[in-house]
């Protein structure tokens, strides 16, 4: 199984981005999605979950900003960043919780995608 993210990149502040992660591999099934960060010096932060019937989560620092979706059908995870400041340059990993055998249940980790905030 493999998360491949993209969409990452420069920004000016008030900017948007939207991420993409697509699974990929021997998939069963595929429940809690998320996205999670990590600035230079700090510690790697939920940034937003969906569960597989669309239930979300948000950090606070977050909502009403940023928007998770996701495909199931397509085993991808989307994150749409609006009203982008500094502080939210980051990595951004992207996160699936997997089934690759009917009962054998892994997180899996994205590579990360950096998203650079500044004018």
């Known amino acids: 199984v493999q998360l491949q993210a993209s969409g990452g990149g420069l920004v000016q502040p008030g900017g948007s981005l939207r991420l993409s992660c697509a699974a990929s591999?021997?998939?069963?099934?595929?429940?809690?999605m998320g996205w999670y960060r990590q600035a230079p010096g700090k510690a790697r932060e939920l940034v937003a979950t969906?569960?597989?019937?669309?239930?979300?989560n948000y950090a606070d620092s977050v909502k009403g900003r940023f928007t998770i979706s996701r495909d199931n059908a397509k085993n991808t995870v989307y994150l749409q960043m609006n009203s982008l400041k500094p502080e939210d340059a980051a990595v951004y990993y992207c996160?699936?919780?997997?089934?690759?055998?009917?009962?054998?249940?892994?997180?899996?980790w994205g590579k990360g995608t950096q998203v650079t905030v500044s004018s």
């Open positions: 996160k699936a919780y997997i089934a690759n055998t009917p009962f054998r249940w892994n997180d899996y």
């Open positions: 591999g021997s998939i069963v099934s595929i429940n809690v």
């Open positions: 969906i569960t597989n019937t669309g239930g979300t």
